[in-house]
């Protein structure tokens, strides 16, 4: 049976803010300390990793609440750790390892900080040691072949689904992740010098890169902004998580899509980069603060 009380009636805005409520109703203090932590973390740390170390928290506290008489992080003691190391091992679908160690780093981390910050509400000491931590998996690395790379980039090439032929050519020829590719703005093509590059913004690793674009990859998007324009402009992202409707049926040659040339766009309504050049003068140029010399097109 779970100490955690049930929620109010009234409806939040998602399952986290449900499940801190119920925190906070059992253990205000506990709740405070955590929240006011990740507070701090969102000025330092990736989204992310604020979003990680949240649910890590929450865990914690629900277990905490459900097993232990402990409501303030002061009061987390070593037995409780160790306890709560036997659940994360032994828990209905076992965890990886992997995510064992990343559930308990993020918390040896949060005490870390909260008794380096001097915070009132602490423990004496850092009750996870770093030995509780599962020793990282060393797996060998998993690739593909020449053979089976050609194979798939073939099958790509061969979809009837263009968005999935630009999916596979963009990760494969920028290195970019997935998460940075569905994050890409909608005027992430641009114009330096004689060539075309994309712009990939924030990431895992906080920076903004600029990746050039191989002469396929400019035909492909040429192509699938020129059949997706409406939805690029609705969702202001150059590839979506979502399929559009005209990605999934067979796309029209981009002749055939694009809007008349005569047809002029403001800087405001131009939600599509494409085609970057100099000489339409349909949309306005702006300098970005990466690359001297850039114009990006809006």
């Not at 709560?84 to 981390?109: C, D, H, I, M, W």
């Not at 569905?182 to 990431?203: E, F, K, S, Y």
């Not at 405001?268 to 702006?286: L, N």
């Amino acid at each position: 049976m779970s100490a955690v009380p049930s929620a109010s009636a009234q409806p939040l805005g998602s399952q986290a803010d449900l499940e801190w409520a119920e925190i906070a109703t059992a253990a205000p203090q506990l709740a405070d300390t955590m929240r006011r932590y990740l507070g701090q973390a969102a000025t330092f740390l990736a989204p992310a990793s604020v979003a990680s170390a949240d649910g890590a928290l929450r865990i914690f506290a629900r277990w905490l609440l459900a097993n232990t008489c402990v409501v303030t992080v002061a009061g987390v003691t070593r037995d409780a750790i160790e306890d709560f190391k036997v659940y994360l091992a032994s828990r209905r679908g076992p965890l990886s390892e992997n995510t064992q160690r990343q559930r308990l780093r993020t918390l040896r981390v949060f005490f870390e900080r909260i008794i380096e910050w001097d915070w009132a509400d602490t423990p004496p000491r850092n009750p996870i040691l770093n030995w509780d931590l599962p020793k990282r998996p060393e797996p060998l690395p998993k690739f593909l072949d020449d053979r089976d790379a050609a194979k798939f980039m073939a099958a790509a090439r061969a979809s009837r689904d263009p968005r999935d032929r630009l999916i596979v050519e963009l990760l494969a020829r920028t290195g970019m992740r997935s998460g940075e590719l569905v994050g890409l703005d909608a005027d992430a093509v641009v114009r330096i010098g004689q060539g075309h590059w994309l712009r990939i913004p924030l990431g895992k690793l906080r920076d903004d890169r600029y990746v050039p674009l191989h002469p396929q990859l400019i035909d492909l998007l040429a192509e699938w902004t020129a059949t997706n324009l409406e939805h690029i402009r609705a969702h202001h992202r150059l590839v979506t998580a979502a399929r559009s409707t005209a990605s999934s049926s067979n796309a029209p040659s981009p002749a055939s899509a694009a809007p008349p040339a005569s047809t002029a766009c403001t800087p405001t309504d131009c939600g599509t980069p494409w085609p970057p050049r100099r000489s339409t003068g349909a949309c306005a140029w702006r300098r970005s603060p990466r690359c001297s010399g850039t114009a990006r097109w809006r």
